[in-house]
């Protein structure tokens, strides 16, 4: 269950542990939390990563810290996580391998922040590797074990089920990120089909519509698509309402307001019961307005049918059934626009906000 890396001269020799086996040695937690970490390395609220290593990523911060080998805790050799991600894989993989994480710190830091947030500039010189690597991790993933949040639907516990994934990724990681040909046969597909849905979203028949001062980017477009190329353009945003055509409509809160987000200040997401109950009594469709609480990853405002599973709400949003509402396009938004302005209305940005604040805006 580990893979332990050659040590260049005077780096310690790490290797991954599964999260159970935390506090049999000296261990670094990465992209989770855990009583008895000899450091932590996670953007999740409130943990206990040092300031100087905050990142709006956890493998971030994990970067971070090898260039500030001098950090307590840092000279553990034990490494764990208590899911895998492509966020946390990455971050216990560059403490594994500092010197080639740090050789190739702009692209890991860029397939990190895709894998969270779904965010990426498709300008960028290394985007489109970014994505094969997302997409090489994603498919790997699905193929040889089981998708994200997949593990309780088979008996199994993610903090332990999770750790055959990291030993089966481990060792192979490094050579499709030199070299990105040799997971061809496995990234090709979702790597072309967000491509083609990138296209539509950046295309004429789409329409995107910022509203800086709360948060919110409105896409129109034609229909449910890989959130990559859904959300990919909406860095800087934290809420993401979704108008497809026929009528059917999705509001996100973004994982950027579940963590502490080191780069920017934020508005503190809001419960979404009273925009569900408003909107409610406009629909006529014979379908329900519901929204996921507070503290889910990624909360979604949807017309329900049958209860979605966490996998199916984490999944893109081509993946799960989108209803068609009774309601014209513009009232969703206006309505949607209405419901944050008025929540936020003597709510001030900032960073590290606590739970307890946020279930308080609003109240």
């Known amino acids: 269950m580990s893979e332990q890396q050659a040590a260049a001269p005077g780096e310690p020799a790490r290797y991954f542990v599964p999260f159970g086996q935390l506090r049999r040695q000296p261990t670094i937690v990465v992209d989770s939390t855990g009583l008895g970490a000899a ?18 990523t956890s493998a971030g911060s994990c970067l971070r810290a090898l260039h500030a080998p001098a950090t307590p805790g840092l000279a553990a ?11 946390g894989f990455i971050g216990v993989w560059a403490l594994l391998h500092p010197a080639l994480a740090l050789a190739y710190e702009p692209l890991l830091r860029l ?7 779904r965010e990426l500039d498709w300008q960028h010189p290394l985007a489109e590797q970014a994505l094969q690597l997302a997409c090489w991790l994603n498919a790997e993933e699905k193929a040889r074990f089981y998708e994200p949040f997949g593990a309780p639907a088979r008996r199994r516990r993610e903090d ?24 061809r046969a496995s990234w090709e597909p979702e790597f072309y089909r967000v491509q083609q849905a990138v296209a539509v979203v950046q295309g004429p028949l789409s329409q995107h519509t910022t509203y800086p001062a709360i948060g919110l980017v409105v896409v129109r477009t034609p229909q449910p698509g890989p959130y990559y190329a859904q959300f990919g353009a909406t860095a800087g945003f934290d809420w993401v309402l979704s108008l497809y055509d026929g009528q059917r409509y999705e509001l996100e809160a973004k994982y950027t307001t579940w963590i502490d987000l080191e780069s920017r200040p934020t508005l503190p997401r809001l419960g979404l019961a009273p925009l569900a109950a408003r909107l409610n009594e406009l629909e006529k469709s014979g379908y329900r307005w519901a929204a ?3 503290t889910d990853t990624g909360p979604l405002l949807r017309l329900t049918g049958r209860a979605l599973s966490k996998a199916e709400r984490y999944a893109d949003p081509d993946g799960r059934p989108i209803y068609a509402s009774s309601l014209a396009p513009g009232t969703v938004e206006s309505e949607v626009v209405a419901f944050l302005q008025n929540s936020y209305a003597t709510v001030q940005p900032k960073k590290y906000w606590t739970w307890a604040e946020i279930r308080s805006v609003g109240v």
């Open 292 to 294: 996921d609480p507070l």
């Open 160 to 183: 332990e089920a999770s750790a055959e994934k990291f030993a089966w990724f481990l060792p192979r990681f490094a050579a499709v990120l030199q070299n990105p040909e040799l997971g």
């Open 39 to 56: 450091l932590t390395l996670a953007h999740w609220r409130g943990a206990a990563t040092p300031p100087a290593l905050r990142d709006d």
């Open 111 to 117: 397939t990190a922040t895709l894998g969270d947030f």
């Open 77 to 87: 050799r034990a490494v764990t996580a208590n899911h895998f991600d492509i966020d």
